[in-house]
């Protein structure tokens, strides 16, 4: 017998903690190197986790819905099952640890997934979750300890305490954390000190509790939503916000998607309006690279980036995510087509990467396709602006002193203040609309 501990790794960039959604092994069960065995939703993405040791599960040190810190035991597996059990043997204290994976090596899952971005991505996941083949092994050492024999076997002692830790099962933490009760703070009923269920729910206090309400449904924050809210108000609260808008005449953008949808660059490839939006933010930040910046607070520098890492907001039942196109200023016009097109495919079959999300620079934002006429987005922490597009309806408008029926949307910039002041900040939105009302402008200034 053999034991090793298997411990959560870092699924993501910094990530201090996951949520354990199911196992996806039992105690009992031979697995084999590479096997998934658990599904961690993290703040980010649900991902799949691959076992680093083949052998029989021993010991499932946390159960479903449970949150773990990370470095903190979720498994152990006893990796030679065939030989004869030792007495208290224990993993060798000494044995170099076991890497953790990359966060480049983990493919996350998403569920039902629907783009804020005019249908960019919409329709229902697949079934079914993708294995993770990590690429690192076992331990290369099978060093053991043996715990000294003893001539009787000992009193049970009663389960110590941790200094500022409840004995809890998991749980009875989950219950205690979707209530807000600090469960240092409660004398366990159960043996050696235990918190119990029943003394979580003696806890609650009448204002934790609130007025009772018929049909109140209380939901944990945790995952995604719990990092966008962080997020957005660590952004609200940071970067002084302006925004602006403009509403402006887009049938010759109307006319030129459908021109663009019949020639052979873009047979397989979505055209819609976001794709011609996205080029005239593109080209506006090569005109005022301003916009495509951050604050670097730190250092007391504003930070003007080489390359457009375009964002496209998206909602899924999870939260907000914001996939990104790398360097999308690079692209030409059918490029960056299928480049939204592959962020659309890869999101409706739930493969969205940590790292597809990460380093984003500028983002686009449409609530157009819910029918909305525009908004006040709020800023993604690090970048200097947001476009956000509303819907495109047919509208009366005024031309050549004629009122006429026109394609009409209105446009919404908010801009981090502290890098762009208004006259900046309304050239740029000034030069995306006048792109739209005529793409003869794009193809000039691009």
């Given at each position: 017998m053999e034991l090793r501990e298997f411990k959560l790794p870092d699924l993501g960039e910094g990530l201090t903690e996951g949520e354990i959604l199911g196992w996806l092994v039992a105690e009992g069960d031979t697995i084999t190197l590479n096997q998934p065995i658990v599904e961690v939703e993290t703040a980010k993405a649900a991902?799949?986790?691959?076992?680093?040791?083949?052998?029989?599960v021993v010991k499932l040190h946390h159960d479903a819905g449970s949150t773990v810190d990370v470095?903190?035991?979720?498994?152990?597996?006893?990796?030679?099952?065939?030989?004869?059990?030792?007495?208290?043997?224990?993993?060798?204290?000494?044995?170099?640890?076991?890497?953790?994976?990359?966060?480049?090596?983990?493919?996350?899952?998403?569920?039902?997934?629907?783009?804020?971005?005019?249908?960019?991505?919409?329709?229902?996941?697949?079934?079914?979750?993708?294995?993770?083949?990590?690429?690192?092994?076992?331990?290369?050492?099978?060093?053991?300890?043996?715990?000294?024999?003893?001539?009787?076997?000992?009193?049970?002692e009663a389960p110590a305490v941790a200094r500022g830790k409840a004995l809890a099962k998991p749980p009875v933490r989950k219950l205690a954390r979707d209530l807000g009760i600090d469960l240092t703070s409660i004398a366990g009923s159960g043996e050696g000190g235990t918190v119990t269920r029943?003394?979580?729910?003696?806890?609650?206090?009448?204002?934790?509790?609130?007025?009772?309400?018929?049909?109140?449904?209380?939901?944990?924050?945790?995952?995604?939503?719990?990092?966008?809210?962080?997020?957005?108000?660590?952004?609200?609260?940071?970067?002084?916000?302006?925004?602006?808008?403009l509403t402006c005449d887009v049938t010759a953008t109307s006319e030129?998607?459908?021109?663009?949808?019949?020639?052979?660059?873009?047979?397989?490839?979505?055209?819609?309006?976001?794709?011609?939006?996205?080029?005239?933010?593109?080209?506006?930040?090569?005109?005022?690279?301003?916009?495509?910046?951050?604050?670097?607070?730190?250092?007391?520098?504003?930070?003007?980036?080489?390359?457009?890492?375009?964002?496209?907001?998206?909602?899924?039942?999870?939260?907000?995510?914001?996939?990104?196109?790398?360097?999308?200023?690079?692209?030409?016009?059918?490029?960056?087509?299928?480049?939204?097109?592959?962020?659309?495919?890869?999101?409706?079959?739930?493969?969205?990467?940590p790292a597809d999300m990460a380093g984003g620079t500028i983002t686009i934002t449409n609530v157009g396709v819910f029918g909305v006429d525009t908004g006040t987005p709020i800023l993604n922490p690090g970048e200097a602006a947001i476009l956000c597009v509303g819907v495109i309806r047919p509208t009366p408008w005024v031309v050549d002193g004629q009122i006429v029926v026109r394609d009409v949307t209105t446009l919404g910039l908010s801009f981090d203040h502290r890098l762009v002041d208004g006259q900046l900040g309304s050239q740029f939105?000034?030069?995306?609309?006048?792109?739209?009302?005529?793409?003869?402008?794009?193809?000039?200034?691009?």
């Open positions: 991902v799949e986790v691959p076992s680093p040791y083949a052998g029989r470095g903190s035991p979720i498994i152990t597996v006893d990796t030679a099952p065939g030989d004869a059990p030792g007495d208290g043997m224990v993993p060798d204290a000494d044995a170099p640890p076991v890497p953790s994976p990359s966060p480049a090596d983990l493919v996350p899952t998403l569920p039902d997934t629907q783009e804020v971005g005019a249908g960019l991505i919409g329709g229902a996941a697949p079934g079914g979750r993708t294995a993770v083949l990590v690429g690192y092994g076992p331990r290369t050492t099978t060093a053991v300890r043996r715990a000294r024999k003893q001539s009787a076997p000992a009193a049970p029943a003394d979580v729910q003696a806890a609650r206090t009448p204002a934790a509790q609130g007025v009772p309400r018929s049909g109140d449904v209380r939901v944990p924050i945790r995952g995604v939503r719990k990092l966008t809210a962080q997020n957005m108000v660590a952004s609200a609260f940071t970067a002084p916000h302006v925004t602006e808008f030129l998607v459908g021109r663009l949808r019949t020639l052979p660059e873009f047979a397989d490839v979505k055209v819609t309006p976001l794709l011609l939006v996205a080029k005239a933010l593109l080209v506006a930040c090569r005109r005022h690279p301003e916009l495509n910046a951050s604050w670097d607070e730190a250092a007391q520098e504003i930070v003007l980036h080489g390359a457009v890492n375009l964002g496209i907001a998206a909602a899924t039942p999870r939260g907000l995510l914001v996939p990104n196109v790398k360097d999308a200023g690079s692209l030409g016009l059918p490029g960056l087509a299928a480049a939204l097109t592959a962020l659309t495919q890869t999101a409706r079959e739930g493969r969205t990467a939105l000034a030069d995306i609309g006048a792109m739209l009302s005529d793409p003869a402008r794009l193809l000039a200034w691009s």
